[in-house]
């Protein structure tokens, strides 16, 4: 049958303002969660990762929330940049120590 | 420190033939994580290598199959191709056998005609 691309959830954002990046996962029982940046042509790059026991964790520019009450993760990224253009993945991993499960991604473009 | 490699970096086959990919990890890590990534279905997990051994295996069929070697450097290997195995083919490394902090190549992408 006709293969149907994923349709990315697209997110526009003005250069110099903050993105928010949202993202539902499926395992109440996962345990940790990471998020990747990946740009045309080349491979997901690491961003920040977070643990299930915490709430909330910093990084340069970056913040990722997590909400395990409603299984939801989100990516902040201040003062958003052209070079932050990209497809953003969460994904999570299971509390048995198994593989990452990485969500559909969000398109980031960034108006300069 | 180098990154994950994986080569080759492009490649071109038709139905039927097989193939050979390779990674080698960063310095230093021991596990090898292999995804296919599509537009269809996104990332998809095909299989974990901790020290030689298998640990998970992804919804594949047992065409796909791979191995790790002693210095880590691991290869999946794709037989009887089909048309809908043209993908990128993702490589990714870590320290330990916990899936944290996977760090990825740049992939093999990978045409069947």
């Known amino acids: 049958g006709e293969s149907v691309g994923l349709h990315l959830p697209t997110l526009s954002v003005q250069e110099g303002d903050n993105s928010i990046i949202n993202c539902a996962y499926s395992?109440?029982?996962?345990?940790?969660f990471i998020w990747y940046k990946q740009e045309s042509g080349k491979g997901p790059q690491f961003i920040i990762d977070i643990r299930s026991n915490m709430d909330k964790r910093q990084g340069q520019r970056v913040t990722v929330l997590l909400n395990k009450t409603v299984k939801h993760l989100s990516l902040q990224i201040a003062a958003t940049q052209p070079g932050d253009s990209a497809v953003y993945f969460c994904?999570?991993?299971?509390?048995?120590?198994?593989?990452?499960?990485f969500g559909q991604g969000t398109e980031l473009s960034v108006k300069p | 420190k180098a990154g994950v490699t994986q080569t080759p970096r492009y490649l071109i086959k038709t139905r039927g033939q097989q193939v050979t990919l390779s990674c080698s990890p960063i310095?230093?890590?021991?596990?090898v994580s292999w995804y296919q990534q599509t537009p269809g279905q996104g990332l998809q997990f095909l299989f974990e290598?901790?020290?030689?051994?298998?640990?998970n295996k992804g919804n594949f069929p047992g065409r796909f199959s791979g191995r790790q070697f002693s210095n880590s450097r691991s290869e999946m290997n794709v037989s009887t191709l089909e048309l809908g195995d043209s993908a990128l083919y993702l490589c990714a490394s870590s320290q330990q056998a916990t899936n944290e902090k996977l760090f990825f190549g740049s992939g093999t992408q990978l045409s069947v005609l």
């Open positions: 395992n109440s029982a996962s345990d940790y």
């Open positions: 290598y901790f020290s030689e051994t298998q640990r």
């Open positions: 994904a999570e991993r299971d509390n048995q120590g198994g593989k990452l499960i």
């Open positions: 310095s230093g890590h021991r596990s």
